[in-house]
T-cell receptor
């Protein structure tokens, strides 16, 4: 079975802190994603990566950065956490196929609270 | 900005009925479409995906795709209380690399 593991299930951080959310997948998938999920707003794409050291902005990249130094690991960084970044963060991975005919597998999510 | 639209619901159906969930998308170049189910407090899990016009059936679930109308739907036959969840429609963009999601439709099946 594909496994996507996020480093923390719950996290509480203070405003202004630098926050790292880690995600590891064990299926050699090329593509990895970070989403945030908020009530009424659904799943919104923050950043994605299609290869090591490659990254693309999603719909809401402001206030975030990412790092992909190894194929299996994709990190989301909040440079200076703010209360409006309190949310559920979901990591996903997906193998590459032509025309995107593959599913994305999700991690268990990290509930981040910024106080 | 590419968009995926769904009615938020809630959609309420009695046990044994057919539930119909709908989704429209803005990017005409999209080629693959996904339906995910998400239980409260859990991560999304794939129900099925479709890429050809027409119907695709998997057990009690049927996905329908109409690319000309930019419309994809999910039918759940013989709905069960365990089908009560939020259903997310997703579309592959960026040459199929990224998935963007609708806001989801909440389904409630009463026994």
């Amino acid at each position: 079975d594909v496994k996507v593991t996020q480093s923390s299930r719950y996290l509480v951080k203070r405003t202004g802190e630098k926050v790292f959310l880690e995600c590891v997948q064990d299926m050699d998938h090329e593509n990895m994603f970070w989403y945030r999920q908020d009530p009424g707003l659904g799943l919104r794409l923050i950043y994605f990566s299609y290869d090591v050291k490659m990254k693309e902005k999603g719909d809401i990249p402001e206030g975030y950065s990412v790092s992909r130094e190894k194929k299996e690991r994709f990190s989301l960084i909040l440079e200076s956490a703010s209360t409006n970044q309190t949310s559920m963060y979901l990591c996903a991975s997906r193998p590459f196929r032509q025309a995107g005919l593959t599913e994305a597998f999700f991690g268990q999510g990290t509930r981040l609270t910024v106080v | 900005q590419k968009e995926v639209e769904q009615n938020s619901g809630p959609l309420s159906v009695p046990e044994g009925a057919i539930a119909s969930l709908n989704c429209t998308y803005s990017d005409r170049g999209s080629q693959s479409f996904f339906w995910y189910r998400q239980y409260s407090g859990k991560s999304p899990e794939l129900i099925m995906f479709i890429y050809s016009n027409g119907d695709k059936e998997d057990g009690r679930f049927t996905a329908q795709l109409n690319k000309a109308s930019q419309y994809v739907s999910l039918l759940i036959r013989d709905s069960q209380p365990s089908d009560s969840a939020t259903y997310l429609c997703a579309v592959a963009i960026q040459a199929g690399t990224a998935l963007i999601f609708g806001k989801g439709t909440t389904l409630s099946v009463s026994s």
